[in-house]
């Protein structure tokens, strides 16, 4: 019996030893496949994963699809097509055109009495007006004290950059949609109007309602948040100084006044029969500013010096 009991117990520690072996096993194999897993991962995915691929270029194009395309579409770009660069001034971007160009303010000074001067709104057609404001603001750059104390004074150097980036000519007039900026506000606005004595060397229109374009918007939001004193809205060719209002705003009679005063600019305007309805300058008199269009000598110059004495005109109007 005693034998046997002795026997028994081998064969228990034999099979206690056997499992205890076989656990001690099993873990080791699991302590090996976890310590080895990175490795193996390595391994397994290849060079590209420790590399992160690096990118050749910066994407700077953007082209969205679209259903309907649009003949007057111009290349989605992310910077102005005429960039004015001076390395002190930023400009403030007050939202996009239809094709993605940034719409830009610079600001001088820091009055309470606040000016604005608007060029490029008839895009390239009108470019000279925007290498007007880049001159202007040039020279304000290297001469600050021409900002009266009391006056902030903001400069929006192209409205409708699309139409900048599609043509210096006739063609550049009109935003991306077709749309005369200048008849798009909504102050008088119609739908359609008399060509006879106004613009007709391209297809345009006036957008599908009052303020229907980006563009337009922009602005209007821009002079809700900035009451603005006196605005001066660049033109080119040859008729003159325009008062915004109708009948013609007595305050905006008077800058177009002290404006002919200092220059060769007609007052009052050429008038060749065309109605002008949905203007900024109209708008600008709705919102409480003295305003006017003020068209440059031609298509080519843009009267510097002559401006320089219209910048000072507008920076000292008293309303
Ligand atoms: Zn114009």
């Not at 006739?170 to 008088?188: Q, S, T």
């Amino acid at each position: 019996m005693k034998r046997r009991r002795n026997k028994h117990s081998a064969v228990v520690l034999l099979v206690w030893g056997l499992n205890a072996a076989g656990i001690f096993a099993l873990l080791l194999i699991f302590m090996i496949y976890w310590l080895k897993q990175p490795a193996l991962a390595a391994s397994q995915a290849g060079p590209s994963s420790t590399a992160y691929p690096a990118s050749t270029s910066i994407p700077t194009r953007y082209n969205l699809p679209t259903v309907t395309p649009n003949p007057r579409s111009t290349e989605i770009v992310v910077k102005s097509p005429t960039p004015f660069v001076l390395a002190n001034l930023k400009p403030g971007v007050i939202g996009y055109s239809i094709s993605g160009r940034p719409i830009e303010v610079y600001s001088f000074g820091q009055g309470e009495k606040r000016r604005m001067i608007v060029a490029g709104i008839h895009g390239g057609y009108e470019w000279n007006t925007i290498a007007l404001a880049d001159q202007l603001m040039a020279y304000i750059n290297q001469h600050p004290e021409t900002i009266p104390p009391d006056v902030t004074l903001y400069v929006l150097r192209d409205l409708n950059p699309d139409g900048d980036a599609r043509d210096h000519g006739v063609d550049g007039r009109v935003n991306d949609h077709g749309v005369d900026l200048n008849r798009n506000f909504p102050v008088n606005w119609t739908a359609t109007w008399d060509r006879d004595g106004c613009f007709d060397l391209a297809p345009t229109t006036s957008g599908t309602g009052p303020g229907s374009e980006p563009e337009t918007r922009l602005l209007m939001n821009f002079l809700a948040l900035h009451k603005i004193e006196a605005l001066i809205s660049y033109h080119s060719a040859a008729l003159g100084i325009f008062p915004g209002g109708t009948p013609w705003d007595e305050s905006s009679v008077r800058l177009a006044k002290a404006i002919a005063k200092v220059s060769d600019y007609p007052y009052p305007p050429i008038e060749t029969g065309c109605v002008y309805n949905g203007t900024l300058a109209d708008y600008a008199v709705s919102r409480g500013a003295a305003a006017v269009d003020l068209e440059l000598s031609d298509h080519e110059h843009t009267d510097f010096r002559v401006n320089l004495k219209v910048l000072n005109v507008l920076l000292n109007f008293q309303k």
